[in-house]
T-cell receptor
Framework: DGGITQSPKYLFRKEGQNVTLSCEQN?????MYWYRQDPGQGLRLIYY???????QKGDIAEGYSVSREKKESFPLTVTSAQKNPTAFYLC?????????????FGPGTRLTVL | AQSVTQLDSHVSVSEGTPVLLRCNYS??????LFWYVQHPNKGLQLLLK??????LVKGINGFEAEFKKSETSFHLTKPSAHMSDAAEYFC?????????????FGTGTRLLVSP
């Protein structure tokens, strides 16, 4: 079955540590996105990538980094510079990013800083 | 700037009664509009989308939404609620002016369904 997988489902991090969240898609989609979700808020865009080896900052990129070395993979690193990283992180992908396309979402990773 | 306002943070209905989740948008351009549903600790699933075709859009699971440009609204409705509809619902706008698909999310409406 085609889809988006995110791992791990739950992640615990000590303060000062970097952690990397995995996102893989087998939909052959060109564009991929990372969102952050906090309680009572909508999703906010962290980074997006429209093509391999290219990515752009979203609205809340500070303290995060990404890479896009392969079309199917878009890992997100939460660095120690992110002041409040505890949140639910969602990865999404889309075929080409045009206005009528649909974004498909992964099941999410819940990150908790201890 | 584009924005979305979901007018209710929580909506409670009884099973079998109608559902109305309200959404107003602000956009300088003719937008695309979406409704997504999220069950607890899950990703988002597309319910329906409006992309300047028919103003009444039918989605999955019996949901539908009507685009009203004069009211800048895109309310989500369902004639009869089911227990499985209990979830969080997000109204989303995508301005057509951007060169890529950047979604702007509302803050969500939690739908509670009682027996």
């Amino acid at each position: 079955d085609g889809g988006i997988t995110q791992s791990p489902k739950y992640l615990f991090r000590k303060e000062g540590q970097n952690v990397t969240l995995s996102c893989e898609q087998n939909l052959n989609h060109d564009a991929m996105y990372w969102y952050r979700q906090d309680p009572g808020q909508g999703l906010r865009l962290i980074y997006y990538s429209q093509i391999v080896n290219d990515f752009q900052k979203g609205d809340i990129a500070e303290g995060y980094s990404v890479s896009r070395e392969k079309k199917e993979s878009f890992p997100l690193t939460v660095t120690s510079a992110q002041k409040n990283p505890t949140a639910f992180y969602l990865c999404a992908s889309i075929r080409s990013g045009g206005p009528t396309d649909t974004q498909y979402f992964g099941p999410g990773t819940r990150l908790t800083v201890l | 700037a584009q924005s979305v306002t979901q007018l209710d943070s929580h909506v409670s209905v009884s099973e079998g009664t109608p559902v109305l989740l309200r959404c107003n948008y602000s956009s300088s351009y003719s937008p695309s509009l979406f409704w997504y549903v999220q069950h607890p600790n899950k990703g988002l699933q597309l319910l329906l989308k409006y992309t300047s075709a028919a103003t009444l859009v039918k989605g999955i699971n019996g949901f539908e939404a009507e685009f009203k440009k004069s009211e800048t609204s895109f309310h989500l409705t369902k004639p009869s609620a089911h227990m499985s509809d209990a979830a969080e619902y997000f109204c989303v706008v995508m301005p057509s002016s951007t060169g890529f698909q950047k979604l702007v999310f509302g803050t969500g409406t939690r739908l509670l369904v009682s027996p």
